[in-house]
Each structure stands twice: as structure tokens, then as C-alpha cells.
């Protein structure tokens, strides 16, 4: 049936419209994968990879893949960084890249920096794997329709964003504006895939608790300037194992999960860490809820890009 309805709207308006940001569970362990002014705020090169599979056990759902890098760059007083993400949902997969720089503003007591992030995004849609009310399917692929075909569809958009920063010795906040150049992904005549422009904040405090815990609660807020979505998190952390439970959604409408997450650090270079969504919607029916893998690997060793600016001191690197 959801196949059905997005042929039937595409039949009346020829315009296919959606939020294309992706939703990881722990990405307050990443905070560069939110926001590009955070590339090289760690003062080392930092590598990490994200798998998510969500609402196991349906058909279509959404699962992706996140490989993102930064590293101060001491010389252009700022960092640098490169993401690349990929995704299938449903008919449609979209694969990105894209390459982030940092300027850290000098004259502050703490840390402020602004970043710009350019890229490109390719966009496909699976022809072969729809199946329409008046097609006919038991030796060939024939969907009786004037707009579709039967092979797979790419179309290229360039991707602009615009961030900012800030952290002091306890506490990160920053804003980004996503998707800035939003216009149509032409993947035939009369058919268009919508992307939009989006914005998300967030907000993140370190308390120092007794015997060597660490709290860290966060508040992460996403809009496509029509309709709004907030994620609550804790994370809390002892030694080299950390954990944390958070909620997407504020409201009964926006209700969609509860998240529990839990890692190790391995040694100076590698961590590990596994969510489990549990959905709190009417998908709790039928989905066996969302898994997300995390691997973090630090180099831990100087790079010789210049002199580094004020060293924040928090504990932010879980």
C-alpha cells in the first residue's frame, strides 16, 4: 500500500517530497557528524563508522551507513573533515559526500568556530522493485504506467551547509543550516524527488559526578521549518564503559522511541558502542525495533599542522 499511495501522488502532482536528513541514535558521540564546525575540536584525527538498520522486519526499511573523519589543521587555524553516508529506504537509495572546514575564531577565552560543508549527492530510484495497481509482473516487469520504468534511476544535486560551534570547559552547543541549495532531483520528465532545506541544534552538558563518573544529557533539536522533532539524551560514563537511554519525540504525535546504548573503549585508539530502539508508536506492533553500530578509532598522535589554539578542557571524549 505504500507503494500505491506514492504512485497515486505522484500521478496527481509529479512531485515526490520528503526529509532526507538521516537519524542516528548516538550521533552525541559524534558530534562532527552534526555539525561540520566541529572538525578538529578533539586536537587529533578522528575516525568513525555508524551502521543503523530501523524497524526491523519491514519491507523497505531504512537502513545506512556513516564514515565521517576530522582532523585539526593548525596552519589554516581551523580543521578539516570528509563524510560519506549511504542509504536505502523503500525504492529510493541516496549515497553522499561531502568535505567540511572549520575556522576556529582566535580571540576567544573559549572555543568558537564556524564551518561550511560542500558536497554531492547522487540519488536513486529502483524502477524494477515498484509494483503498481495495473502492472503485470509474472514473466517481465511491465507497470501499464506513462511515467515509470522498469530500470534503475540516478540523478546528481550538489549539498551546502552552514554551522557553527561553541564549547567552554563543561558544555558544547551548536546550530547547522543543512541542505541550504534544496531544488528537485529530476529522476524523469515528470517525476521529481523534493529536497529540502532543514536546520538542527543541539545542546550538551558535562557534569564531573563523585568516584569518577561521567554525566553527559543532551538535547538535540531538527526542523524542516515546517514540522520539528526533538531527541533526549544521557549518556553516563565510568572508566572505559559508557552507556545511556534517550527519547525521540515530545508530544503524542512526534513519540517515536526509546533508545538504550552501551560501549567500551577498547585502549587509546578503538571504541565500541550498540544501540537498541524500542518503538513507542503504532510501529510497536509490527517492527522488532532499530540497531545501530558504532567504531571510534583516535590516532593519538600529534599532527604537525601548525600551533594548536586553547585546549578546551572537558571530558567529551567518551
Do not use: C
Not at 538542527?200 to 515546517?226: A, E, H, R
Not at 513519540?255 to 585508539?269: H, R, V
Request: proline share 4%; net charge neutral.
Amino acid at each position: 500500500m505504500r507503494f500505491i499511495y506514492s504512485l497515486l501522488f505522484i500521478g496527481f502532482f509529479g512531485t515526490l517530497q520528503g526529509q532526507q536528513n538521516q537519524h542516528y541514535t548516538m550521533k552525541m558521540l559524534n558530534l562532527f557528524q552534526i555539525n561540520p564546525a566541529f572538525a578538529g575540536v578533539s586536537d587529533q584525527l578522528n575516525v568513525f563508522s555508524f551502521y543503523r538498520s530501523q524497524w526491523q522486519s519491514h519491507n523497505g526499511s531504512p537502513t545506512q551507513f556513516n564514515l565521517n573523519a576530522s582532523l585539526p589543521f593548525y596552519k589554516l587555524n581551523g580543521g578539516l573533515g570528509v563524510k560519506l553516508s549511504t542509504s536505502f529506504q523503500g525504492v529510493t537509495d541516496a549515497t553522499n559526500v561531502d568535505f567540511s572546514y572549520a575556522y576556529y575564531i582566535p580571540w576567544l577565552s573559549d572555543h568558537l568556530s564556524v564551518g561550511i560543508s560542500l558536497g554531492i549527492a547522487q540519488f536513486g530510484m529502483n524502477g524494477n522493485e515498484i509494483i503498481t495497481p495495473e502492472g503485470t509482473y509474472e514473466f517481465s516487469i511491465n507497470h501499464n504506467d506513462p511515467i515509470l520504468n522498469n530500470i534503475r534511476n540516478t540523478a546528481f544535486i550538489p549539498r551546502f551547509s552552514l554551522s557553527a560551534f561553541y564549547a567552554n570547559d563543561y558544555f558544547d552547543a551548536g546550530i547547522r543550516f543543512a541542505d541550504v541549495i534544496a531544488q528537485p532531483v529530476p529522476f524523469e520528465q515528470l517525476v521529481s524527488y523534493n529536497v529540502s532545506r532543514f536546520s538542527d541544534v543541539f545542546f550538551s552538558y558535562y557534569y564531573t559526578l563523585p568516584n569518577g563518573w561521567i554525566w553527559q544529557p543532551s538535547v538535540y533539536i531538527m526542523s524542516n521549518f515546517k514540522q520539528y522533532q526533538i531527541d533526549l539524551s544521557n549518556f553516563i560514563k565510568y572508566g572505559n564503559v559508557f552507556g545511556g537511554i534517550g527519547l525521540r519525540g515530545y508530544d503524542s504525535k512526534s513519540i517515536e522511541s526509546l533508545n538504550l546504548s552501551g560501549g567500551i573503549k577498547f585502549n587509546n585508539s578503538y571504541t565500541i558502542a550498540y544501540s537498541y530502539d524500542v518503538s513507542l508508536n503504532s510501529l510497536r506492533k509490527t517492527s522488532e525495533g532499530s540497531h545501530e553500530i558504532m567504531i571510534r578509532y583516535d590516532l593519538n598522535k600529534e599532527i604537525n599542522t601548525g600551533r594548536p589554539p586553547k585546549t578546551i578542557y572537558n571530558p567529551r571524549n567518551l
